[in-house]
C-alpha cells in the first residue's frame, strides 16, 4: 500500500509541477519571419492578397490537398473568406482578410474549429529595398489558454521552421 500512495504521490507532484511551469509560462506567441525575395514589392503583394495563392506555398495548406474547400467574396479583398475541411492534419478552419493597405500589409484572421479551436492572425507585410528587391515580412500569433500555454515555445518553434519552409516555396514560386 505505501507504494501504491508513493506513486499516487508522485503523479500529483508531477501535474502541480506541470500546472505552476503553465502558470509561469507566456500565455500566446508572436512568430515573426522574413525573406528577401528578388521581385517588385508589388508583384509580390498582388501574389499574397489572393489567398488562394497559398495552396501553391503554404505548407499548412499544402498539408491535406482533398480537403474541402469554401470561398466567400472576391479574393484579395477586405471580407474574403477561405473555409477549409479536411483531414485530421488540416483540420478545419477559416481566414478572412480583415485589412488591406494595398503594397504593404495585409491583415488576415484565422479561426481554428478543429482539431483545436482557436483563434490567430496572420500579416503579411511587403518593403521595397530595390525596384526589384522586396521583403517580405510575415507574422503569425495567437494566446494559448491555460494550462496548454505551457506549449508556446513548441509552438513557436515549429511555426518558425513551417513558416520559414513556406517563405522559400514562395520564393521560389515567385523568382521563377
Avoid: C
Avoid at 490567430?120 to 507574422?139: D, G
Wanted: no cysteine; hydrophobic share 45%.
Amino acid at each position: 500500500m505505501n507504494i501504491f500512495i508513493t506513486i499516487l504521490l508522485l503523479l500529483a507532484g508531477i501535474v502541480a509541477l506541470f500546472l505552476f511551469v503553465a502558470l509561469l509560462s507566456k500565455k500566446g506567441y508572436d512568430v515573426q519571419r522574413d525573406i528577401i525575395m528578388n521581385v517588385p514589392v508589388q508583384e509580390v503583394f498582388n501574389y499574397l492578397r489572393h489567398l488562394k495563392n497559398q495552396d501553391h506555398f503554404n505548407i499548412w495548406v499544402m498539408a491535406d490537398p482533398t480537403a474541402k474547400k469554401e470561398f466567400t467574396g472576391e479574393d484579395g479583398t477586405k471580407g474574403f473568406l477561405y473555409a477549409w475541411n479536411g483531414s485530421k492534419k488540416a483540420g478545419e478552419g477559416e481566414q478572412e482578410i480583415k485589412n488591406i493597405t494595398d503594397g504593404q500589409i495585409i491583415e488576415t484572421e484565422i479561426r481554428f474549429v478543429r482539431p483545436l479551436a482557436a483563434i490567430a492572425f496572420a500579416n503579411y507585410k511587403t518593403e521595397a529595398l530595390s525596384e526589384n528587391q522586396t521583403k517580405i515580412t510575415w507574422n503569425n500569433a495567437s494566446a494559448m489558454k491555460y494550462p496548454l500555454n505551457i506549449m508556446v515555445p513548441m509552438v513557436e518553434r515549429m511555426l518558425a521552421k513551417d513558416m520559414d519552409t513556406s517563405l522559400a516555396n514562395l520564393k521560389k514560386i515567385l523568382e521563377n
